[in-house]
């Protein structure tokens, strides 16, 4: 019988290093992102606009289990500003992100 090995989940703490795609936590990112500030934000959101807004200007109806942050906290953007948060489905914030760490708009 064949095995199907199951893919670890990443969270959005988590970030890449460049030694071979490995992962490492970043202590403050953990902090923030398990904030209950942030949880309430974060709920908020989704709730009053649960679907993907990628997917949503494609045509598309997918629900949204992502927030993300339109320019990174990275790239100066405000972590808790309304204005620069999205609902995004996982699919379209990976690439998202993808993208963003490799220098691609």
Not at 28 to 43: G, H, N, T
Not at 66 to 91: F, T, Y
């Amino acid at each position: 019988m064949a095995v199907i090995k199951k893919q670890r989940a990443y969270y959005s703490w988590e970030t890449a290093t460049a030694d071979k795609g490995s992962w490492s936590y970043n202590t403050e990112d953990i902090k923030f992102y398990q904030s209950p500030r942030w949880r309430r934000l974060r709920a908020l959101i989704l709730q009053s606009e649960p679907l993907c807004r990628e997917c949503k200007r494609k045509g598309l109806i997918t629900e949204a289990k992502v927030l993300d942050h339109i320019l990174s906290i990275r790239n100066g953007g405000a972590k808790l500003e309304e204005n620069n948060l999205q609902p995004m489905c996982h699919s379209c914030h990976n690439t998202k992100s993808a993208k963003e760490r490799h220098g691609k708009s």
